[in-house]
């Protein structure tokens, strides 16, 4: 892959992205629409789009005010604090989402996402895990988890959701930002998290 397609393809599908493409996707397939109001699901995108982008791209800025603060955190350690901050991030999407009592599932995803921040965390203390392929497997497991709850036909939406991180995995790989196991690693990590909360919960 050419480094610049590769640099294109980590921004679009950076991990405070994902959040919000991910809850677009699952709107656009059918998940939910006959119970929700268009200004419901409007309201549930305005949030995860805050809690997830708006806030922690907010935070990184500030970070950066810092002369230390290095904003492509090469190191794994430099990701502490902004990871902190997410899961701070992600738990007030959590709380705002809570108000939809009748459809518990949005506030599911959120709580779940909080503690694939809070491992990524704590395992960025000793290794550079991909946040950037967690967040996708994060986002494969909600889907492939709903299909199978709902049993809603999604294949062509989950297709491209695996496409998608394969893209973003070989990225990368190309930027050597992570090898291939920090890179499965991650996937696998976003992945096993969501899905039980998401199946089972």
Same mark, same amino acid.
């Given at each position: 892959?050419?480094?610049?397609?590769?640099?294109?393809?980590?921004?679009?599908?950076?991990?405070?992205?994902?959040?919000?493409?991910?809850?677009?996707?699952?709107?656009?397939?059918?998940?939910?629409?006959?119970?929700?109001?268009?200004?419901?699901?409007?309201?549930?995108?305005?949030?995860?789009?805050?809690?997830?982008? @708006?806030?922690?791209?907010?935070?990184?800025?500030?970070?950066?005010?810092?002369?230390?603060?290095?904003?492509?955190?090469?190191?794994?350690?430099?990701?502490?604090?902004?990871?902190?901050?997410?899961?701070?991030?992600?738990?007030?999407?959590?709380?705002?989402?809570?108000?939809?009592?009748?459809?518990?599932?949005?506030?599911?995803?959120?709580?779940?996402?909080?503690?694939?921040?809070?491992?990524?965390?704590?395992?960025?203390?000793?290794?550079?895990?991909?946040?950037?392929?967690?967040?996708?497997?994060?986002?494969?497991?909600?889907?492939?988890?709903?299909?199978?709850?709902?049993?809603?036909?999604?294949?062509?939406?989950?297709? @491209?959701?695996?496409?998608?991180?394969?893209?973003?995995?070989?990225?990368?790989?190309?930027?050597?930002?992570?090898?291939?196991?920090?890179?499965?690693?991650?996937?696998?990590?976003?992945?096993?998290?969501?899905?039980?909360?998401?199946?089972?919960?």
């Amino acid at each position: 892959m050419p480094e610049k397609l590769a640099k294109i393809i980590s921004a679009i599908f950076h991990p405070v992205l994902l959040p919000t493409l991910g809850f677009l996707l699952m709107f656009t397939t059918g998940f939910y629409n006959s119970t929700l109001t268009t200004e419901a699901r409007q309201f549930i995108l305005l949030v995860v789009f805050f809690s997830t982008a @708006a806030l922690p791209m907010l935070a990184i800025a500030i970070l950066a005010l810092n002369a230390k603060f290095d904003f492509l955190m090469p190191d794994s350690r430099n990701r502490i604090i902004p990871l902190l901050f997410a899961s701070v991030f992600y738990y007030v999407g959590f709380i705002l989402l809570s108000r939809i009592h009748f459809i518990p599932m949005f506030k599911l995803i959120m709580i779940a996402s909080v503690l694939v921040i809070v491992a990524l965390l704590l395992i960025s203390f000793k290794w550079n895990i991909s946040i950037h392929m967690a967040a996708a497997g994060a986002v494969t497991a909600t889907l492939f988890a709903l299909s199978f709850r709902t049993g809603l036909d999604t294949v062509s939406a989950i297709v @491209a959701v695996v496409i998608v991180s394969g893209l973003v995995g070989t990225a990368r790989l190309t930027l050597n930002k992570n090898n291939l196991l920090q890179v499965a690693a991650g996937y696998f990590l976003g992945f096993i998290i969501l899905y039980p909360v998401i199946y089972f919960l």
